[in-house]
């Protein structure tokens, strides 16, 4: 499994968008509203579900290692963040959208859109559950699971509904110009 050196700059690429798309953010009173989802559906969508992946892992690896690319900053301690679940979903989401992505023959925002909608649910199945059980057990303040959903997921499904959007539209004219020019769909 070695990757190609456009491969490597296509996954560093994608990793510092998404870096950059957590400091592109709404302050809310327990997860900020950010664009980081808008950057790991692209990289999913433009780089396949193995790169799309590896984007998100490099993400993740730098802020663990303690560089401040996460909304909060970084470091080891970041898993103990009521919002490091999002971070792993961004990861899944990545590579799920990836994967029902990468085989399709044609490129429409009616095959795309539910693609990114299923990557979209895993970021918010990942961050929901991880921020009640930090909030419940690392923290010790008695959070029920609808608390959880009422401050983890109501205050930003619209939002990301609307940037689901976004990038399944986008994707349909970038992708086929991608193929046309041969970046994308020859793996």
């Known amino acids: 499994m070695k990757l190609q050196t456009r491969d490597m700059i296509l996954v560093a690429l ?5 870096a950059i798309g957590a400091f592109l953010k709404i302050p809310t009173p327990v997860v900020p509203f950010t664009l980081q989802f808008l950057f790991c559906a ?3 969508i433009f780089l396949g579900s193995r790169l799309g992946l590896y984007s ?9 290692a303690g560089v401040p690319v996460f909304t909060k ?17 961004f990861t899944l989401c990545a590579w799920l959208i990836g994967k029902l992505t990468e085989n399709l023959k ?11 909608l299923a990557g979209l649910a895993v970021v918010y199945l990942f961050g929901v559950t991880h921020l009640y059980l930090i909030i419940n057990l690392y923290m010790g303040k008695p959070m029920p699971i609808s608390g ?7 205050p930003y499904i619209l939002s ?20 046309r020019a041969g970046y994308v769909g020859l793996r």
């Open 14 to 18: 994608f990793a510092a968008l998404t």
């Open 42 to 44: 692209f990289a999913g």
């Open 56 to 64: 998100q892992l490099l993400y993740i690896g730098i802020g663990l």
């Open 73 to 89: 900053g970084g470091g080891l301690t970041y898993v103990l963040e009521p919002t490091f679940g999002y971070l792993i979903g």
């Open 106 to 116: 044609t490129v429409k925002f009616g095959n795309l859109f539910p693609r990114v």
């Open 148 to 154: 959880a959903i009422a401050a983890g997921f109501t």
């Open 160 to 179: 990301d509904l609307i940037l689901s959007g976004v990038v399944a539209f986008t994707a349909t004219m970038v992708v086929p110009a991608l193929r």
